[in-house]
């Protein structure tokens, strides 16, 4: 069965670091995302990808996170300068049309030192 | 903003029904979704109704809808100790992304 993947599954940088967090979506999907579960709280959603342009985001999405389908397969979040903050588990998820079902990745978790 | 809400915990014992409820919202919402979150793995896509439904089952699962309460269920039969688990319920309205409740903790008893 197809599934969404993400790498690595744990990634711990010091506070100031850039990181890119990759996923490899579902091969036939058209639509990507990215979401967020702060230790304890709701997992949050943070932007939408289709059509190689952001679709949609949150207000959590802000000017130091940036989205990217470098190639045919993979999309990657980048944090350019983390923040102890943005210590939290980081979803990939994927859905073959806008209304249909978001399959997600195992999650990468991020500790900002 | 739109909100979901969930118990936190839930204890059953092996072999009972379990039924995780969930309140919305968002009138429209046109998804609703129950996910399920093993220790250490990602969010799995148990089942969802679209919100012209009121019921929908799956073997052991059973969706109950009431739109006019905003309110979803999910039953499990025969609660076994795999569904030990978290459960998330999640709707789409008109935005892209879901919107999650906290999650239940659903703990089985021998």
């Known amino acids: 069965e197809p599934e969404v993947t993400q790498t690595p599954s744990h990634q711990v940088t010091q506070m100031g670091q850039e990181v890119i967090l990759r996923c490899v979506p579902i091969?036939?999907?058209?639509?990507f995302y990215w979401y967020r579960q702060i230790l304890g709280q709701k997992v949050e959603f943070l932007v939408s990808f289709y059509n190689n342009e952001i679709s949609e985001k949150s207000e959590i999405f802000d000017d130091q996170f940036s989205v990217e389908r470098p190639d045919g397969s993979n999309f990657t979040l980048k944090i350019r300068s983390t923040k102890l903050e943005d210590s939290a588990m980081y979803f990939c998820?994927?859905?073959?049309?806008?209304?249909?079902?978001?399959?997600f990745g195992p999650g990468t978790r991020l500790t900002v030192t | 903003g739109e909100d979901v809400e969930q118990s936190l915990f839930l204890s059953v014992r092996e072999g009972d029904s379990s039924v995780i409820n969930c309140t919305y919202t968002?009138?429209?919402?046109?998804?609703l979704y129950w996910y399920k979150q093993e220790p250490g793995a990602g969010l799995q896509l148990l089942t969802y109704?679209?919100?012209?439904?009121d019921m929908k089952q799956d073997q052991r699962l059973t969706v109950l809808l009431n739109k006019k309460d905003k309110h979803l269920s999910l039953r499990i039969a025969d609660t076994q100790t795999g569904d030990s688990a978290i459960y998330f319920c999640?709707?789409?309205?008109?935005?892209?992304?879901?919107?999650f409740g906290k999650g239940t903790h659903l703990i089985i008893q021998p």
């Open positions: 998820a994927s859905s073959l049309d806008r209304v249909g079902e978001q399959y």
């Open positions: 109704i679209f919100s012209n439904m």
């Open positions: 999640a709707e789409k309205g008109g935005a892209d992304g879901l919107t």
């Open positions: 091969s036939n999907h058209l639509y």
């Open positions: 968002d009138s429209s919402s046109t998804y």
